[in-house]
């Protein structure tokens, strides 16, 4: 489904403030997998997700999705094959345009636009239905301008817009990270309906470890660019918030006992 | 007076073109594109050399339009592969046009009162139907013959002209291509995550926003009797006063009503700087510091009277509550001194 291998990438290479922000990440994701992504500030969560999503191309290493080497296709290509939802909920939406056009926008994701009309009266009525279906307030409010909308209301219409098309991978980032704390409970919910309704195989950045754990049959735990911690299926399904905190301790704890005994000789 | 009035009326409807091209650049793909001033002369050298070597007036305006697509598509490609700013990039290509458009025609001014243009082919078939003579029965009648326009033939193919233009870009801005045409404008992060290729619709989009400013042109330099190479310097602010007042003054509440809005801008524009020009003190080389000074209005207006509302609120409550406050506990709160 989802391959990548030895995938590297080095920010600001050659000057002082050169960053590895990917160091030799591989992971495979299998069809209908589901893997929640934690990790502290500046771990590579979101670096790993642009570069699946084409934003940053790596420096060495391949993704594939299928039979598909995408490795340096550019984004607007390769998300035929890709939906994604953002962490700011302005950034996964067009403002001034009305809910049904923002909708008919993401229909263009799999078909070539042409000069058909992009709301038809039969594009109008499915989408009355789909939005129906999310069980959000929104299907009376077709010709309402996005912009007006809550951000909890525009992140469940970036969430539609990313799936109801069926992508091969759908990757959230922090999608409910700038929502507060009822609104993130109510979109993590309609994540997990919309995506166990397609099947979508998904990689979910979060780092809120509850939700983590609540959503998702695979974790992994990603620190300074290196996936530090790996939880399959069955082992998911017992992990606590404990375990994961353990984890993380132990993978980071060494590194850090190491630098400091280098540091004080 | 009332003739200087149909005049502007008769021109805005045909800058109006323009404006709408303006309004493709500026407002949609959020691009302030001064290839116009260029683009806008591109249109008509290239009609007007091409009515003299004997085209047709509407092939050579087409061909006027289509040489303006390919202006703007040059400088979205400048933008888009370059990675050149898009003021520099309009810049850029206005200067370019400057050299091009004196190649083009060879010359600085090319007149065009003896050749066939679009008008007067028109004007000779409105002759043959006799409807100026029907047409102006009512202002006989009323005895105020002096304020009619002597022919009604511009109004009326300028109208039909601009309504077409109208509907046609308000359709194709509903298509699917059109709203992502509208959404590379309003998030280009987010319709490129949903496979559109940005920088493709931002060079199509300037190439049909120049190619209408091009058109507009065409059909100026046609209407005006002569083609010259300084046309075009300041066009880029026309066509935005001409957005900017519509907008105003007639709304924007959806793409319909903001066509129509900028349409009427274009021609309220002309009537404005008309009645401007009537006053005794401005001469016609004032005409460009006019045109800074209704769009300096135009973009000022709209904040100022909302600044001075929110100020007179503002000094009404705090009247009411000093005095409320003094009758509450006798005390009496004034500005402090700061110096």
């Known amino acids: 489904m989802l391959n990548l291998k030895q995938i590297e990438k080095t920010f600001y290479k050659g000057t002082p403030d050169e960053k590895r922000a990917i160091d030799n990440v591989s992971l495979t994701l299998e069809e209908g997998d589901f893997v929640t992504v934690i990790g502290s500030n500046?771990?590579?969560?979101?670096?790993?997700?642009?570069?699946?999503?084409?934003?940053?191309?790596?420096?060495?290493?391949?993704?594939?999705?299928?039979?598909?080497?995408?490795?340096?296709?550019?984004?607007?290509?390769?998300?035929?094959?890709?939906?994604?939802?953002?962490?700011?909920?302005?950034?996964?939406t067009a403002p001034h345009m009305t809910i049904e056009e923002n909708?008919?926008?993401?229909?263009?994701?799999?078909?070539?636009?042409?000069?058909?009309?992009?709301?038809?009266?039969?594009?109008?009525?499915?989408?009355?239905?789909?939005?129906?279906?999310?069980?959000?307030?929104?299907?009376?409010?077709?010709?309402?301008q996005v912009g007006l909308l809550s951000g909890g209301e525009r992140q469940a219409l970036s969430l539609l817009m990313a799936t109801f098309t069926e992508p091969r991978i759908l990757l959230l980032d922090e999608h409910t990270a700038a929502l507060d704390p009822a609104r993130a409970e109510h979109i993590t919910s309609i994540t997990r309906d919309v995506v166990n309704q397609h099947q979508l195989t998904t990689l979910m950045v979060t780092h809120d470890m509850e939700q983590a754990l609540s959503l998702g049959n695979r974790l992994i735990m990603m620190d300074e660019g290196k996936i530090i911690f790996h939880a399959d299926r069955e082992e998911k399904k017992k992990l606590t918030v404990a375990d994961l905190l353990e984890a993380f301790q132990k993978a980071r704890g060494k590194s850090l006992a190491d630098d400091k005994t280098l540091l004080q000789k | 007076m009332t003739g200087a009035l149909f005049g502007a009326i008769e021109s805005g409807l045909l800058y109006a073109i323009m404006a709408l091209g303006v309004y493709i650049s500026f407002r949609i793909l959020d691009f302030p594109d001064l290839t116009v001033d260029g683009s806008f002369v591109t249109g008509g050298a290239v009609a007007s050399v091409l009515m003299v070597s004997g085209t047709s007036p509407f092939m050579a305006t087409l061909a006027g339009g289509a040489a303006g697509f390919i202006a703007g598509c040059m400088t979205g490609f400048l933008h888009t592969k370059g990675k050149i700013n898009p003021l520099l990039s309009g810049i850029l290509m206005m200067i370019a046009l400057y050299s091009i458009n004196l190649r083009i025609m060879g010359r600085p001014n090319i007149p065009l009162l003896n050749e066939e243009t679009l008008f007067s082919q028109i004007e000779s078939w409105w002759a043959s139907t006799g409807i100026d003579a029907a047409l102006m029965t009512p202002f006989q009648a009323l005895g105020i013959e002096g304020a009619a326009p002597n022919t009604f033939y511009v109004l009326l193919f300028g109208t039909l002209l601009i309504i077409g233009v109208k509907k046609v870009l308000d359709w194709f801005l509903q298509t699917e291509s059109g709203i992502a045409l509208r959404a590379t404008g309003d998030n280009a992060k987010m319709i490129k995550s949903l496979s559109a290729n940005t920088g493709l619709y931002i060079m199509i989009g300037l190439g049909l926003s120049n190619a209408l400013v091009a058109m507009s042109g065409a059909l100026i330099v046609q209407y005006n009797g002569f083609a010259d190479v300084g046309l075009g310097v300041g066009m880029i602010i026309v066509g935005l006063a001409s957005v900017i007042i519509g907008e105003g003054v007639f709304g924007r509440k959806s793409i319909a009503r903001t066509t129509l809005a900028v349409v009427l801008g274009a021609v309220l524009y002309r009537i404005i700087l008309a009645v401007a020009m009537q006053l005794e003190f401005v001469k016609a080389s004032d005409l460009k510091l006019i045109t800074a000074i209704i769009v300096t209005g135009a973009l000022v207006i709209p904040t100022f009277s909302g600044q001075i509302k929110e100020w007179m609120e503002r000094k009404r409550q705090q009247k009411a509550l000093t005095q409320e406050l003094k009758q509450e506990r006798g005390q009496d709160v004034a500005k402090p001194q700061t110096d």
């Open chain 1, 42 to 92: 500046g771990a590579g969560k979101s670096t790993l997700l642009n570069l699946i999503a084409g934003v940053l191309f790596p420096d060495q290493g391949l993704m594939a999705v299928d039979d598909l080497n995408m490795t340096y296709l550019p984004e607007h290509k390769r998300s035929k094959w890709i939906g994604r939802v953002f962490q700011d909920p302005m950034a996964g």
């Open chain 1, 103 to 144: 909708l008919a926008l993401a229909l263009g994701r799999t078909k070539k636009r042409g000069l058909g009309r992009g709301v038809s009266s039969s594009r109008k009525k499915e989408f009355k239905k789909l939005l129906q279906d999310m069980n959000v307030n929104l299907h009376d409010r077709l010709t309402t």
